[in-house]
């Protein structure tokens, strides 16, 4: 603010002119093609944002362009940048939320340091002013205001950094997906927050390096002991919200830095965040609290222990075959363990086949379905299933009734009836797939042991309509593909 | 820019980002990720700024590190996401 007249108008220009880049980037999302085109908006949004951003701040030496600064800056960009290209490059499609997440920790910690370097250098980035009292050293004083938005933006950038990596462990298989639960983790986590923001007011009276790298250390600490508890079904709500954060932490360093790039990407990727997190919740009917507070699928794992001894049908690969190729219509319903067992383009192959014997083949996605938003969509699109045979849950749902044959692979929960039925049952009350309702469910499963994430038993196994197809999920699909012939 | 032009400017992308990321596919969700993840690192900006300063050489490698970190998300989520969308294709027209 008191830098406003140091600012030439073109600068302002220039990042308002990136934000707005930015904003179509997210607009072409809204339809498969326009959204490349969208991406490259947001390409051109970026380039503005760094380009004047060297301009304005090109490192000086005695007048002249500092050349070894500048070097430095081109090796960061070229290692990072090269580090970014080879892991898009090669990573596998099933792994991207593992992938997002360690994004999302980039991000924070990259907030992080840029609030550091702010606290160690507040002259450069424009936040303080130089005092120099009669007969002492002169003192740099920041902003009081400046304060607050980089203690906020280093508390944020932190917890979505140290949430993040936890989650890519827990995404990544490097740590269980159950919920680890503390004693009195509620307690200390609200004690935590608390003294995070009453060292942030604190930090406006007095900018002493403990308070600042305080508040860093003990946003590290939440955000660590935020997501512990959260049990790894619950991830597409914990990869949206740190997705959240990452937008909210930009924003806190545009206010320190005012600019508006930041700020309006910030607002952006903040509001996407907290809708993706929302949509996640109303798919689960769960509120956004509970998640939060964590532990859920840890408690209630074995009080169907019993059920698992009831009366099932198993069928094999032949009987699928048969039964899907008489049929007019087959509707396929992926979950999780179609992304573990990689069986998707088995899958897309089994349904090539089946096209060719003249059978309709839908897919039906649920919101939750995998680990993160849009999971499956990318998982199918990947298999080069076209994505007008793949449809949303409120758009399909009422099809099942229609349909010959159900064909549910690695999904459970959001399959299982006793949502809509059973007031007792902890998914009660979620919005479900209908897929009982067609002539036979065909349920692909490794085995009867295992329940869903919410440890329910799912009523769907025993039913008449059911045959239960007990293998891994690609093993099985081969399978049936090798029986239609 | 005062404050209160830089909170306005932040209050309305606010609701630019509601609805726009309502009218984003569900299809897409995935993609929304990956790009809004490779648009925060706009946070380069400031690393940039550190990196380029003098007066204080921690902050100066706080801001090369920031840089390169950034760079990571920026080439890997764009790139990423052209991969995704990329992949998502209609059906062929069969000329009947």
């Known amino acids: ?485 | 820019m005062d404050f209160i032009s830089i909170l306005s400017i932040f209050v309305l992308a606010c609701f630019v980002g509601y609805y726009v990321v309502w009218s984003v596919t569900p299809a897409l969700h995935t993609p929304l990720m990956s790009v809004t993840n490779a648009i925060s690192s706009v946070i380069v900006v400031g690393a940039l700024i550190a990196a380029a300063a003098a007066g204080s050489m921690s902050s100066k490698w706080l801001g090369l590190v920031a840089v390169a970190l950034a760079s990571v998300n920026i080439f890997g989520g764009f790139a990423v996401t052209a991969r995704m969308l990329a992949m998502y294709k209609k059906r062929e027209r069969k000329d009947a």
């Open chain 1, 1 to 485: 603010m008191h830098e406003a007249a140091a600012t030439p108008a073109w600068v302002l220009l220039a990042y308002l002119i990136s934000g707005v880049c930015f904003i179509l980037a997210l607009r072409g999302l809204s339809g498969p093609e326009s959204s490349r085109r969208g991406n490259r908006f947001g390409m051109i949004g970026m380039a503005i944002a760094v380009v004047t951003t060297l301009v304005v701040h090109t490192p000086r030496v005695l007048g002249n362009v500092d050349l070894a600064v500048a070097g430095q800056i081109l090796a960061a960009v070229i290692v990072g940048g090269t580090i970014g290209l080879v892991t898009a490059r090669k990573i596998q499609m099933t792994a991207m939320p593992q992938l997002v997440a360690a994004f999302h920790s980039l991000v924070g910690m990259a907030a992080v340091l840029v609030g550091a370097a702010a606290y160690l250098n507040p002259e450069a980035f424009g936040i303080a002013v130089r005092i120099t009292p009669i007969a002492s050293p002169s003192i740099i004083s920041i902003f009081p205001q400046s304060r607050i938005e980089m203690g906020l933006g280093v508390a944020i950038g932190a917890i979505t950094f140290s949430g993040s990596v936890i989650a890519f462990l827990k995404l990544n298989g490097n740590m269980s997906g159950k919920p680890i639960l503390l004693p009195l983790r509620h307690v200390i986590n609200l004690g935590t927050l608390v003294a995070i923001l009453g060292l942030i007011a604190y930090f406006t009276q007095d900018q002493a390096p403990w308070v600042f790298f305080t508040v860093a250390g003990l946003s590290f600490a939440i955000g660590f002991l935020l997501i512990i508890p959260i049990g790894g079904a619950d991830m597409p709500v914990v990869i949206s919200m740190l997705n959240s954060y990452s937008g909210w932490a930009a924003a806190a360093m545009g206010f320190t830095l005012h600019n508006s790039a930041m700020i309006i990407t910030g607002a952006l990727v903040g509001s996407s965040g907290a809708i993706l997190s929302y949509i996640m919740c109303r798919a689960m009917n769960r509120s956004f609290i509970s998640v939060i507070a964590g532990g859920f699928g840890g408690v209630s794992a074995s009080a169907d222990a019993a059920a698992i001894d009831r009366p099932y049908k198993r069928g094999s690969a032949e009987d699928a075959a048969f039964l899907m190729k008489q049929a007019d219509q087959v509707i396929i319903v992926p979950g999780y363990g179609m992304a573990v067992s990689q069986a998707q383009h088995a899958l897309k192959e089994m349904a090539d086949k089946l096209k060719a014997e003249g059978v309709r083949i839908k897919y039906a996605i649920h919101p939750v379905a995998g680990r993160m938003p849009g999971h499956m969509n990318v998982l199918l699109a990947e298999a080069n299933v076209p994505y007008d045979e793949v449809f949303e849950l409120e758009d399909i749902n009422s099809e099942f009734a229609q349909t010959d044959v159900a064909f549910v692979i690695g999904a459970n929960d959001v399959t299982n009836p006793a949502a809509k039925t059973d007031k007792s049952s902890p998914i009660y009350g979620m919005p479900v797939l209908d897929v009982e309702k067609a002539r036979t469910v065909l349920f692909v499963k490794r085995s009867m042991g295992g329940v869903g994430y919410a440890g329910v038993d799912n009523e769907l196994f025993y039913r008449d309509n059911t045959m239960m197809l007990l293998a891994d999920a690609k093993k099985m699909v081969e399978e049936i593909v090798k029986a239609l012939g």
